[in-house]
């Protein structure tokens, strides 16, 4: 087989191949053998039909294709190793020339792993806006700590309050006529915490059991439904049942229904732990993705279109995949923000994982950095005792799933590679002129990436 490889630029490469007449032809005569045997032809057993006949039943073309289904992927492997081509994609056939006698020619192109020139690795100087918990945070906890402990009682002498819970049945409707998804029965709404159309909840207050009334609005002008944006609407309720909160008082008795806290004081101490906590894995997240913004901004490399097309369309299925499982429609996302706007968003994001991949992989082959038989044992051990499975099966599952095991030994290595460029920065904690007052839970969620993934195939068996 002649090879002919030529690097069109940094990032593609253009493969000639050609494969003599008569290896071709034999291998020729192997696809009209496996094809004959997979057909049952009048007149010959299955296998014994002559190549004119085979030919007849199903075509050249389709015989060829059969040779070059079976050739071409040994044959490219061959060059790519032959030539230490760092591929990111399959080679792409852009054409070839395949006559039974003559040699088969194939020319194809094939992405190149783009080069990555990195910045100066030693004293790394980063500057992070440093996380601190809201002033008002503790008091939230606690107070959402009551509020999730505080009981309803039916009341039926008095007319709704404002922090009352309603049971009640509505149906809007946008000049007459009604809103798709805009009725309920039945329906439990709490006046002081809902997530209703501004000026719903207030003003039922005011209104007695049995009382149907109706209440007038205006939908938001970003409202996700385009059709009922800045429109106003006409809502009729009726309230069936009314329901006043009973708040339990703050003291050791409370402390004991939360769980095995002895006093008030335990509870509370535990709560600032929690913030403390949350705090603390929020800046861990913000240093290490300070670390790895700064060194893949300042790394150097040339991307190409379709590397990052092919990105964006497996980003666009997982986005599909989610919404799906959440139960979301995903035309009427397309709809309320647009496809280009979509589109572009998955674009940016797919060229951030692709530079940051890239600078990873220069960074591990500069610095010699590899994940050792022993820290994948170790990270296997870890991951089966979170999840209480036996470390053997956990192994054992991982060597019948190559894609697992693979995703695995790239998550220890970022891991690898983010510990040694925080070792060789310089942090520098500023304050967050951006900063967002955040619940405790949302921090840890935020942070979640620090956290050992959990591999679905290191299932219970």
């Known amino acids: 087989m002649k090879v002919d490889v030529e690097k069109a630029d940094n990032t593609v490469a ?6 003599d ?91 190149l792993r783009p080069e990555v020139t990195l910045p100066d690795l030693n004293g790394l100087k980063v500057d992070v806006p440093e996380y601190e918990a809201a002033p008002e945070q503790y008091e939230n906890e606690i ?34 006529e009604l809103i798709r998804g805009g009725s309920a029965k039945n329906y439990q709404l709490d006046l002081a915490n809902n997530n209703f159309i501004e000026g719903f909840a207030d003003q039922i207050p005011g209104h007695k059991i049995g009382e149907e009334f109706t209440i007038q609005v205006k939908f938001p002008t970003d409202y996700h439904d385009q059709s009922l944006a800045g429109k106003p609407a006409d809502f009729t309720v009726k309230i ?29 101490d535990e709560v600032k732990g929690f913030i403390q906590k949350s705090v603390d894995i929020e800046n861990e997240f913000r240093k290490q993705k300070a670390v790895i913004d700064k060194v893949v901004d300042e790394a150097k490399m040339d991307v190409p279109d379709a590397m990052i097309n092919r990105e964006a369309r497996i980003l666009l299925a997982e986005v599909q995949q989610r919404m799906k499982s959440q139960g979301m429609n995903w035309e009427q996302f397309v709809d309320s923000q647009g496809h280009e706007k979509i589109w572009q968003n998955l674009r940016q994001e797919a060229l951030r994982r692709i530079q940051t991949s890239l600078t990873f992989s220069a960074i ?61 920065a310089e942090i520098n904690y500023v304050k967050d002129t951006q900063a967002e007052t955040k619940n405790p839970a949302e921090a840890v969620a935020v942070a979640s990436t620090l956290e050992k993934e959990e591999y679905e195939v290191l299932a219970e068996d």
């Open 364 to 424: 591990a082959k500069q610095e010699g950095i590899t994940v050792t038989a022993e820290e994948f044992q170790a990270e296997v051990a870890a991951l089966a005792k979170d999840r209480n499975i036996d470390e053997k099966l956990a192994m054992k599952q991982l060597a019948n799933s190559p894609e697992a095991a693979q995703a695995l030994t790239d998550q220890i290595l970022s891991q690898k590679i983010v510990d040694f460029l925080l070792g060789k």
């Open 21 to 111: 007449a008569e290896h071709a032809g034999l291998e020729y005569n192997k696809a009209c053998k496996r094809l004959g045997q997979r057909l049952n032809i009048p007149g010959f057993r299955r296998g014994k039909a002559p190549r004119q006949v085979i030919e007849k039943a199903v075509g050249v073309d389709r015989i060829k294709q059969e040779v070059l289904d079976r050739v071409l992927p040994h044959a490219f492997a061959d060059a790519i190793s032959e030539h230490q081509l760092d591929v990111i994609a399959p080679p792409q056939i852009e054409n070839y020339n395949f006559e039974v006698g003559q040699p088969l020619t194939v020319k194809a192109s094939v992405e």
């Open 14 to 19: 253009q493969i000639s191949l050609e494969i």
């Open 143 to 176: 107070s959402s700590i009551v509020e999730r402990l505080t009981s309803l009682e039916t009341v039926i002498d008095r007319a709704a309050e404002k922090t009352d819970v309603v049971n009640i049945d509505f149906t809007g409707a946008v000049n007459g």
């Open 240 to 268: 069936n049942e009314i329901k006043k909160k009973v708040v339990p008082e703050l003291n050791d008795e409370l402390a004991k229904k939360c769980g095995p806290y002895e006093s008030l004081q335990q509870l509370q």
